[in-house]
């Protein structure tokens, strides 16, 4: 039994359909973990006792499975009264776990800003928050353009997880077609095929976000 | 208390600063009038730059006082926020936005702090830049420039700002010989319009045309405060005579 690639196409549209729904995980997960994320490593830098605390909770996301993270928003909150739908738990289990990740890399990129910028900022007299969004933010980006591309595309590759949560993306569809089907190669030849084409499209944006940013402005 | 006089551009009184059990700041006492023009000199580690970054806030301080136009620091936040806002500070490393255009530069606190429009905030930035000798550089990024471009554009952003006390941290210690002069030049003309300054500076050409004062420091203190004539023709204290035979040739 060969490769039967008419079988192969008529796959792709039932595969493709599920597109969405990968996309839009892994879209707002990568906002939703560069948000929380962000939110971590600002609150590192306040110090005191927030910052102890969300210190301790990096390391914890970060030392924890992502399907650990799935499997307890899913089966274990709702004994204690939170009912979530699979793709909500979905997006913020992603949200969360990646969310330790990106404030390591939020923290190189800040590291590396040189100190006279804030101190220049202070000097004009912005405030703390126009700081950071008009000067460390900007500076940050522009560090981590590359490192941050490359987590979205992991977070794209970790939507398959849902599946264990039933939520209909590329790779669980195919995998459906597969064992109603008995034909293995093909459904999941084509998931895999769509996900790299996804994941060089994110990487060639980055690619020129990055270009844009670092243009005329490289020190 | 002492008053607290307006026409001081700031007081300082008493300052005393540590760093752990090092005594960097003692008993620090300097009046500088209103459109006075003082340079501050001393051997590295001295304490210069760690005085002139008490005034604008960059430093903490664990004795004493500092005053900017009559209003001491520390006793209200507002006021304090304000008094600082009205003292411009040039850095040695310039510390322009590398990722805003010079333009950007020079507006962005116009626009976030005191709220003018884009319109009103370029027309005062191009008024400086102009004053500096740059406006054709406007749209370009820091990192176009050269050094002593740089730092034209850093006392640029500081002037939007209409202070009323410039603070200059070695604004030439981190140039080409060849671009001191382009910066000092831009210096010496503020100095003309009567603009009130507090230079760390080792360049005592400058400190001998345009200062009223010159002030050496040595080990945190001030050791000597004299007229320009007076401390090159004759510093009284050993430590000034040896200090400017090591940096006259």
């Known amino acids: ?219 | 208390m002492r008053e607290q006089s307006p026409d001081m551009a700031t007081e300082i009184s008493g300052l005393n600063k540590w760093y752990g059990s090092f005594h960097v700041l003692k008993d620090i006492d300097l009046a500088v009038a209103a459109g006075s023009r003082i340079v501050i000199c001393g051997p590295s580690g001295s304490g210069k730059s760690t005085l002139i970054r008490c005034i604008n806030g960059l430093e903490t301080y664990q004795g004493g006082s500092i005053a900017l136009g009559g209003v001491k620091l520390g006793d209200n936040a507002k006021e304090t926020a304000l008094a600082r806002r009205d003292t411009g500070m040039v850095f040695q490393s310039f510390n322009l936005f590398p990722h805003l255009t010079v333009l950007s530069n020079c507006t962005l606190a116009l626009r976030r702090v005191l709220k003018m429009s884009r319109k009103e905030a370029e027309d005062i930035a191009l008024h400086y830049l102009e004053k500096v000798r740059i406006p054709e550089q406007a749209k370009k990024y820091p990192a176009q420039l050269s050094g002593g471009q740089q730092q034209r554009v850093a006392i640029a952003r500081a002037l939007c700002l209409n202070p009323r006390l410039m603070l200059f941290d070695e604004p030439t210690s981190a140039l080409d010989p060849e671009m001191i002069k382009e910066v000092l030049d831009v210096m010496v003309s503020l100095a003309c319009e009567g603009m009130t300054m507090l230079c760390v500076t080792h360049e005592m050409g400058f400190a001998r045309e345009v200062a009223d004062q010159v002030v050496f420091m040595d080990q945190g203190q001030i050791v000597e405060q004299a007229q320009p004539e007076m401390f090159f023709g004759a510093p009284s204290h050993v430590r000034a005579q040896q200090f400017l035979e090591r940096i006259l040739h």
Do not use: H
């Open chain 1, 1 to 219: 039994m060969g490769f039967d690639f008419a079988f192969a196409i008529s796959t792709v549209p039932t595969i493709l359909g599920a597109i969405g729904t990968t996309l839009l995980v892994a879209l707002i997960s990568c906002l939703g973990a560069a948000g929380i994320g962000f939110g971590f490593e600002m609150l590192r830098r306040s110090g005191g006792l927030s910052g102890y605390a969300v210190r301790f909770l990096i390391d914890f996301i970060r030392a924890t499975p992502v399907l650990a993270w799935l499997y307890f928003l899913y089966f274990v909150l709702p004994f204690y009264g939170v009912r979530l739908g699979a793709l909500t738990v979905g997006i913020l289990g992603l949200s969360v776990y990646f969310s330790g990740y990106l404030a390591e890399v939020f923290k190189a990129g800040i590291d590396a800003i040189p100190k006279g910028q804030q101190e220049a900022s202070r000097a004009v007299g912005l405030s703390r928050l126009d700081t950071i969004i008009f000067i460390i933010a900007p500076q940050m980006l522009r560090n981590i353009a590359a490192p941050l591309g490359n987590y979205f595309v992991s977070i794209l590759k970790a939507t398959p997880y849902l599946a264990v949560l039933a939520v209909p993306e590329m790779l669980g569809q195919a995998f459906d077609i597969a064992s109603e089907t008995y034909r293995y190669a093909e459904p999941l030849t084509v998931a895999g095929i769509l996900f790299l084409i996804l994941a060089l499209a994110i990487s060639q944006a980055v690619k020129r976000v990055e270009t844009r940013l670092l243009g005329s402005t490289r020190r």
